[in-house]
């Protein structure tokens, strides 16, 4: 996959200044990291055991994530179900305009673009 911050393989940000920023090598280098390391990012022990200790957590909050967006969206849908089967709308767009004012509210541009995912999850594309 190609990344961002300069030319593929460069190792440098756009003014030679920043991080090094490249691509993990494909094959065993110089450069590849000990094999206790490997897929970190760095060669260096204590920064490898940091990123592995905190990605413990990250896989477990996305394993959460992905939980409570599965939940959301099965409840979602059965809001759905139940209005349109007591005869009413398929959507109550106030609702909708309240969920995505508070995610903007937290979160910024990006929270609006989540609670639109997150809609569409439940209750489908407009
Ligand atoms: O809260 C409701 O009334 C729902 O139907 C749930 C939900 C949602 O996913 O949050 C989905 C569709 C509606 O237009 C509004 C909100």
Redesign the pocket.
Known sequence: MEQSGGPAGSGTTPNGTGPVDRPEPASASASEPAPGNRGTGTAEPAAAARIAEIRVRIDEIDRALIELWQE??A??RE??AT?MASGGT????S??QE?LERFRAALGADGTQLALL??R???GPL
Do not use: D, F, H, P
């Open positions: 959301r969206a409840l979602s809001v759905g209005r398929r959507l109550v767009l609702r909708e969920i997150l809609l999850a439940g209750r």
